[in-house]
């Protein structure tokens, strides 16, 4: 079971804000378990923190725009992207202005302070939401689409295309993350010439240059408009008749702005709030349906706040019936697990056929037959007995008994015909014979019950 990450250290980075012009220093410091991302505006009175999620994002013009309460802070997510990708759960970042520093534009300064610095692994587990199903969201008026499939880990594909002579149509693709620091990280952010008297106007890039963002020059115009422009953003006049990329340094990559999009894409998709494991596939992806997507995400979720375990049926047992056997005393009508398909060291998957023969079907009830909420608790407890059992020596020599149960909800009923998936996880370290569990029953992507039940550990007599 993978852990959750925070950074080994606190480090800090200076520069510009590429709205503001302001001299900025964001710090990124660890966090407790569960933490997730927060920013601190440290110039403020009370020094108040701001979610990093969907919900907070107020505006995407030209990046990510994050307020609560009327605190606000741009530009967050070259930093989130290169947490995420670097697989850090839980920071707090400080910043003592309205934006985080643009530095070069791109996640490459944040991934060398990370990698400097370190994880540190944390005792919880991630808790990845798993795609099973194709998920979907277009913008008809963009004609912006981003999919997502199943897939064993975080993946995405990126399709950007322009109406431009010089940056038409491109493409880029990262199959893992741990390859994001020499194949994404260091794509800048670009621009249209086009776009950059607007911008101007509007008082949004007070702080961009050819340091921090890649000049894309596709639309030939006078050089009296195009010596104004340099002019206005500070940077060495251009001939006017010749096309192509504006930057004082060379394109890293030929598809640098694909790449750098599908940075956008991570950095956004890190205020869903949890790891995902699925590929994305985005044409003509923009922080507006990156947000979109991220609030529909986070929708879905809540719709299956625990989510089922995935079951192949496939897959060999970890624990078959004879193991289970070895270290349960139940046996007929009572053995109420058939199989055990997931096993960590603080978490276990079982599984139970329900099939129109069990016996308590004669009587509950012969013309709707239902399972005994009683014995769906009695099931979830076998599996967490096993759990616990596994890691003794000599197992067959030790019993688990209830002590109390809490928070017992029935939300569906079992029926013959269902496969019910029992998912327990400790709540804390087995103590004194002791142990505390949360358990969840499943069918099919439904939780039909939970329970919260503590057990006493003893030698048999």
């Avoid at 202005?97 to 643009?102: H, K, R």
């Avoid at 911008?199 to 050819?210: C, E, F, N, Q, V």
């Avoid at 998709?269 to 995400?297: D, Q, V």
């Avoid at 909420?373 to 020596?393: K, Y």
């Amino acid at each position: 079971m993978m852990k959750q990450n925070t950074i080994n250290g606190s480090f800090s980075l200076c520069g510009k804000g590429l709205h503001t012009g302001l001299s900025l220093t964001v710090t990124i410091n660890p966090a407790d378990e569960n933490y997730g991302y927060k920013i601190q505006r440290i110039d403020l009175p009370g020094m108040p923190i701001v979610d990093a999620i969907a919900e907070n994002v107020v505006d995407t013009q030209r990046g990510t725009v994050l307020e609560k309460d009327g605190v606000r802070c741009s530009t967050v997510e070259h930093a989130l992207a290169a947490l995420y990708a670097l697989g850090v759960d839980n920071v707090l970042i400080q910043t003592n202005g309205p934006e985080f520093p643009i530095l070069d534009g791109s996640s490459a300064l944040y991934v060398r302070e990370i990698e400097r610095v370190g994880l540190k692994q944390q005792n919880a587990p991630k808790d990845f939401y798993v795609i099973n199903k194709k998920m979907e969201f277009r913008d008809e008026t963009s004609g912006a689409c981003i999919t997502l499939l199943p897939d064993e880990q975080f993946s995405i594909t990126t399709m950007i295309s322009f109406k431009s002579k010089v940056l038409s149509s491109q493409f880029a693709t990262l199959d893992n993350m741990e390859d994001f620091t020499k194949e994404v990280a260091a794509a800048r952010t670009f621009v249209f010439v086009r776009e950059i008297e607007p911008l101007l106007m509007a008082g949004l890039i007070k702080g961009g240059d050819l340091d921090n963002a890649i000049v894309i020059y596709e639309n030939e115009t006078t050089q009296e408009n195009l010596d104004k422009l340099c002019q206005l953003t500070g940077v060495e006049h251009h001939k006017a008749n010749e096309l192509g990329y504006l930057q004082h340094k060379p394109l890293v990559w030929e598809n640098e702005p694909a790449r750098h999009k599908l940075l956008d894409i991570i950095g956004d998709m890190a205020l869903i709030g949890r790891p995902i494991k699925g590929r994305i596939i985005a044409t003509r992806p923009g922080h507006t349906i990156n947000n979109k997507f991220a609030r529909m995400m986070r929708k879905e979720i809540r719709k299956h706040d625990v989510q089922a375990p995935t079951y192949d049926p496939n897959k060999e047992a970890l624990m078959d019936v004879n193991r289970i056997r070895e270290l349960l005393p139940h046996r007929y009508p009572m053995q109420l697990v058939d199989k055990v398909i997931e096993l960590g060291s603080t978490s276990i998957v079982g599984l139970k056929n329900i099939t129109s023969n069990e016996p308590f079907f004669q009587g509950h009830f012969p013309s709707e037959p239902v399972m005994p909420g009683v014995l769906q608790i009695e099931a979830l407890a076998q599996v967490g007995g096993l759990l616990v059992l596994n890691s003794l020596e000599e197992p067959e020599k030790w019993s688990t008994y209830f002590l109390k149960i809490d928070g017992v909800k029935f939300r569906q009923k079992v029926v013959p015909g269902d496969t019910v998936l029992f998912k327990v996880e400790l709540l804390a370290p087995v103590r004194h014979g002791i142990s505390s569990m949360q358990g969840y029953a499943f069918v099919g992507e439904n939780c039909v019950m939970e329970a919260t039940f503590t057990a006493q550990i003893t030698k048999n007599k």
